[in-house]
């Protein structure tokens, strides 16, 4: 039976919104078992920024799928708001996501038949919860759509897209908030203007926030960086520079090419 249960051993979750504990996960391919994660640790505090990032293949984008519960690891456990998420089904897992997990994709996910509003209350209707208009337009108004509720997606710039999905996100409250590549997509002003309503749902909303990025510029946005590299966690950047996470990058990436991986780079 798939339950949730408070998390209480030696590690403790209090204050804690998210924890990975010696998180796996190994994928078959043809050419046999291939591992993405390699025992990934890490607890991230209530109302923090986080960035990840690494060469490609390092693992990153399956550390927020099992993070966000839209993979399940081969083994090790994911704790969100003091809750573990393991066993189940899909429609029981989807609704624990619904009520902790927002998620900004790279590519917006926007359904393009529906208005502005109903895209971002999407996920309370799929819920079968009841759409607080008010609060919704109220959100909406805070990322800059006030005068957009009733258009279409063809009918926004990317940048506006983006933000009907932070919109989306924000709407449910959750506890921990992902973002895959949110500015990828995006030029330099709309990447600048999401990751400042990304920064102010971490510092104003209590949320607490991670964000997978290739973009030094992005990752300085966060309060800190963590650093991946063949499915490991292998250096973490605290207050960032776009410079220094440069740097960083450049190094690791190095010695991957060189085969010479080490923790603490």
């Known amino acids: 039976m798939f339950e949730y249960e408070p998390v209480t051993d030696t590690l403790g979750s209090a ?17 046999g078992t291939v591992q993405a994660l390699n025992g990934v640790s890490l607890a991230l505090e209530d109302g923090t920024f986080t960035a990840v990032m690494g060469p490609s293949g390092s693992g990153k984008s399956t550390l927020l799928q099992c993070a966000a519960g839209l993979d399940s690891p081969t083994s090790g456990r994911v704790v969100v708001d003091g809750l573990e998420m393991s066993g189940g089904t899909e429609a029981q897992l989807t609704r624990f996501r619904r009520g902790r997990i927002g998620f900004v994709f790279q590519h917006f996910n926007l359904l393009p038949t ?26 909406l108004t805070r990322v800059g759509l006030t005068e957009r509720l009733d258009h279409l997606p063809a009918q926004l710039s990317g940048g506006q897209q983006q933000r009907v999905a932070i919109a989306r996100a924000l709407i449910t409250s959750p506890r921990v908030m992902f973002a895959d590549e ?15 309503l990304l920064q102010e749902a971490v510092r104003i ?9 290739h973009d030094p510029v992005a990752a300085a946005h966060a309060d ?4 991946l590299a063949d499915g490991r966690l292998v250096g973490r950047l605290a207050d960032p520079t776009a ?6 990058m450049t190094r690791l990436t190095d010695q991957v090419a060189g085969g010479r991986v080490n923790e603490g780079v």
């Open 15 to 31: 204050g804690h919104a998210l924890r990975l504990d010696m998180v796996t996960k190994h994928y078959r391919s043809p050419g």
């Open 114 to 139: 529906l208005t502005v509003l109903q895209n971002a209350t999407l996920q309370l209707r799929l819920a079968g919860k009841r759409i607080d208009r008010a609060h919704a337009v109220q959100v």
């Open 182 to 196: 949110p500015t990828g997509a995006l030029d330099t002003r709309g990447a600048r203007d999401v990751l400042a």
């Open 205 to 213: 909303d209590g949320r607490t926030l991670v964000m997978v990025t």
């Open 224 to 227: 800190q960086v963590l650093f």
């Open 243 to 248: 410079a220094a996470v440069a740097d960083t």
